[in-house]
């Protein structure tokens, strides 16, 4: 079975600065999704970004971008320019894209504080 | 822009009791979930739902869960007796296709007394 470790309970960034969320995973599959989905203090579950695996390219969205590392199993989400409103658990997942209607499995999260 | 969303936001109840959690997905989505998040905990899978039957169901999905699509529009989840340990956020979700970007809706926060 698929796992996902985020290694990070909390982290905390100055407003304006740079943070970097780790997440690593591990499967047996070649094929697969990555995805940080990001939970304000609402609850809501917002998709911050996706990477497919067979995919060498970085996905990028505006501050948003990550560092994917096949190899290494490694899947880390680095925000710029850090705002208040980027406060908020993030959560890192996985999803197979064996055929089939496949879960998303997540890590346990990581709080991020944005400090004015 | 198209979202998911769940009735009711927030809901108490007895333990025991039955409960229906609603969910209307996006319109044109074919793959519908339901996950749940206890307070401070991960999120986890509990059920999806294609062409009017279960595809895939996780252990904590036991014979209490149910879910079912009643028409076109709406996606439920059953909980048959409540127990406390049920209370947690339960969030619905749904995709276009299997491999797709899974959205969620902003949750259904149950409370078991």
């Known amino acids: 079975a698929q796992t996902v470790t985020q290694s990070q309970p909390e982290m905390s960034v100055q407003e304006a600065e740079t943070v970097t969320l780790s997440c690593t995973y591990d499967t047996s599959e070649s094929d697969y999704y990555l995805f940080w989905y990001k939970q304000p203090p609402s609850r809501q579950m917002i998709l911050v970004i996706r990477q497919e695996a067979y995919k060498q390219q970085n996905a990028t969205e505006n501050r948003f971008s990550v560092n994917f590392q096949k190899a290494a199993k490694s899947f880390s989400l680095k925000i710029s320019d850090s705002q208040l409103g980027d406060a908020a658990m993030y959560f890192c997942a996985y999803r197979s894209a064996r055929s089939g209607n496949t879960p998303l499995v997540f890590g346990k999260g990581t709080r991020l504080s944005v400090i004015a | 822009e198209p979202e998911v969303t769940q009735t009711p936001s927030h809901q108490v109840t007895q333990m025991g009791q039955e409960v229906i959690l609603r969910c209307v997905p996006i319109s044109n989505h074919l793959y519908f979930y339901w996950y749940r998040q206890i307070l401070g905990q991960k999120v986890e899978f509990l059920v999806s739902?294609?062409?009017?039957?279960?595809?895939?169901k996780s252990e904590i999905f036991d014979d209490q869960f149910s879910v079912e699509r009643p028409d076109g529009s709406n996606f439920t989840l059953k909980i048959r007796s409540t127990k406390l340990e049920d209370s947690a956020m339960y969030f619905c979700?749904?995709?276009?296709?299997?491999?797709?970007?899974?959205?969620f809706g902003e949750g259904s926060w149950l409370t078991v007394v």
């Open positions: 979700a749904s995709s276009l296709f299997s491999g797709n970007t899974i959205y």
């Open positions: 739902f294609y062409n009017n039957e279960i595809s895939e």
